[in-house]
């Protein structure tokens, strides 16, 4: 989503508290859309199916994470400099890390 862009998601359905108790799990489980569980017109729930909320969780915790990491100033630093070198062709292959931890001398 691009800030101030309204989003606009077609997977997701308005249904009343009465068409919820006309649901069964058959028909849940073929619905591909995220229900908006409304009463007169006021929202009261979401019902999504359950691999899409392990996602989100996922991505939210993802995002937490990375949120945490850069408000930590010596490791935000920590990362820059790491970008930098790697930009700068500073690093080191994967094989001589591995090789290094290993004990045994690098295969060139």
């Known amino acids: 989503m691009i800030e101030g862009v309204p989003y606009i998601d077609e997977s997701i359905s308005d249904i009343g508290v009465s068409q919820l108790r006309k649901l069964n799990a058959t028909e849940l489980r073929k619905t591909k859309k995220t229900l908006v569980v409304r009463d007169n017109n006021v929202p009261l729930a979401v019902v999504l199916k359950y691999e899409q909320f392990l996602i989100m969780q996922n991505k ?49």
């Open 60 to 108: 939210l915790e993802s995002a937490l994470k990375t949120v945490d990491l850069l408000t930590k100033q010596k490791d935000a630093q920590a990362v820059l400099e790491s970008l930098r070198d790697t930009v700068e062709g500073k690093g080191k292959d994967l094989a001589d890390i591995r090789a290094e931890l290993a004990g045994v001398p690098a295969e060139r």
